[in-house]
């Protein structure tokens, strides 16, 4: 696939804990393309209410979900490839950053309660309580084929995730 082919913007996607910073920044070192933490789009009362324990509504995301959309639309003027990590648990949501284009792909990350619940557990300073990993499945709605995602299970080391989204992409060879 010669890079003019390959989508400008990568989007991780998945709920909470389900490995998009860790997944979107490896991934981003072996493409050579910048990574952006989605989280750091929140407005401050974002990260107020989920770190005092509630979900946020479709209301509190629109500006960040917005704001998302504007840096992949500068991404794409400015001729960039971007990964981005962001939980885009609605179709809603994912139109939002897709916004029509076709050169916005999704990356899911696909695991079990159990195996992200283990993760959040154990995860040192960040924000997100463990508790709010429930609202997160039940607001999770799964991309579907017509929305053709990159579809990938978690249960797996790092470096093979990776691995399975560059085969997915048709980037089989291994880069620096
Ligand atoms: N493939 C993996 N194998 C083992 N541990 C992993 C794997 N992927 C991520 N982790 C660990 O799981 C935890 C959650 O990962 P990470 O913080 O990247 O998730 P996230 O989706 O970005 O979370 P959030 O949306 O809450 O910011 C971290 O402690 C991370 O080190
Ligand atoms: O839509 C949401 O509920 C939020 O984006 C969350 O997914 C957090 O941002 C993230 O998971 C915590 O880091």
Same mark, same amino acid.
């Given at each position: 696939?010669?890079?003019?082919? *390959?989508?400008?913007? *990568?989007?991780?996607? $998945? &709920?909470?804990?389900?490995?998009?910073?860790?997944? =979107?920044?490896? *991934?981003?070192?072996?493409? =050579?393309?910048?990574?952006?933490?989605?989280?750091?789009?929140?407005?401050?009362?974002?990260?107020?209410?989920?770190?005092?324990?509630?979900?946020?509504?479709?209301?509190?995301?629109?500006?960040?979900?917005?704001?998302?959309?504007?840096?992949?639309?500068?991404?794409?003027?400015?001729?960039?490839? !971007?990964?981005?990590?962001?939980?885009?648990?609605?179709?809603?949501?994912?139109?939002?950053? !897709?916004?029509?284009?076709?050169? !916005?792909?999704?990356?899911?990350?696909? $695991?079990?309660?159990?195996?992200?619940?283990?993760?959040?557990?154990?995860?040192?300073?960040?924000?997100?309580?463990? $508790?709010?990993?429930?609202?997160?499945?039940?607001?999770?709605?799964?991309?579907?084929?017509?929305?053709?995602?990159?579809? !990938?299970?978690?249960?797996?080391? &790092?470096?093979?995730? &990776?691995?399975?989204?560059?085969?997915?992409?048709?980037?089989?060879?291994?880069?620096?």
């Amino acid at each position: 696939m010669a890079t003019s082919d *390959l989508p400008h913007a *990568l989007v991780i996607m $998945g &709920v909470s804990g389900s490995g998009k910073s860790t997944i =979107g920044e490896a *991934l981003g070192r072996r493409l =050579g393309w910048r990574f952006e933490d989605g989280d750091s789009f929140h407005p401050p009362a974002n990260v107020a209410k989920m770190s005092a324990g509630h979900p946020l509504t479709d209301e509190d995301r629109r500006p960040w979900l917005q704001a998302i959309a504007d840096e992949i639309a500068r991404c794409r003027a400015a001729g960039e490839h !971007v990964i981005i990590a962001c939980s885009a648990l609605k179709k809603a949501y994912r139109d939002i950053l !897709v916004a029509g284009h076709s050169d !916005v792909r999704m990356v899911y990350l696909r $695991g079990s309660r159990e195996l992200i619940a283990d993760r959040m557990e154990h995860r040192q300073g960040h924000f997100m309580p463990p $508790g709010l990993l429930a609202s997160q499945f039940a607001t999770l709605e799964a991309p579907a084929a017509g929305e053709h995602p990159i579809a !990938v299970s978690i249960d797996a080391p &790092v470096a093979a995730i &990776v691995d399975d989204i560059l085969q997915q992409l048709n980037i089989g060879q291994r880069r620096a």
